[in-house]
């Protein structure tokens, strides 16, 4: 591949940053504090890398997170529970579900949810 043909991700994430820093500006200037939730389960070590770096990002784009980080075993439903929980909180305007999930947690039931 070619020099010419190759993609600068940093530059590219820089400039999406900017315009989302603007957009988020003109949220909060109509009282709206964008918000996003992470959901990790287990402890996957990229998944807690990922998460962090997400956690960073938002505090440093201004938006309101939070993260939920349940045990390995947390069954479907339980996980599911939580996601109804977090889709309801008017705080929240995303929520980010990190993958991998253990086995047993079908991840085309959860992310559908």
């Known amino acids: 591949m070619s020099p010419a043909n190759l993609m600068d991700g940093r530059a ?13 500006a003109a949220l909060k200037a109509n009282s709206v ?3 996003l939730a992470f959901v990790r389960v287990g402890d996957d070590p990229a998944s ?4 962090a770096r997400k956690e960073k990002t938002c505090a440093e784009l201004g ?3 939070e993260t939920h ?8 439903a339980e996980l599911l529970g ?3 929980r977090l889709n309801v909180d008017p705080r929240l305007h995303g929520i980010l579900v990190q993958a991998p999930l253990p086995p047993h947690n079908r991840p085309a039931v959860v992310y559908a949810t």
Not at 48 to 51: L, P
């Open 82 to 84: 939580l996601l109804g």
């Open 63 to 65: 938006i309101f997170s």
């Open 12 to 24: 590219i994430a820089r400039q999406l940053q900017g315009e989302l820093v603007e957009r988020i």
């Open 48 to 51: 807690k890398v990922y998460v």
């Open 69 to 76: 980080v349940l045990p390995d075993a947390t069954s479907e």
């Open 33 to 35: 504090q964008p918000g």
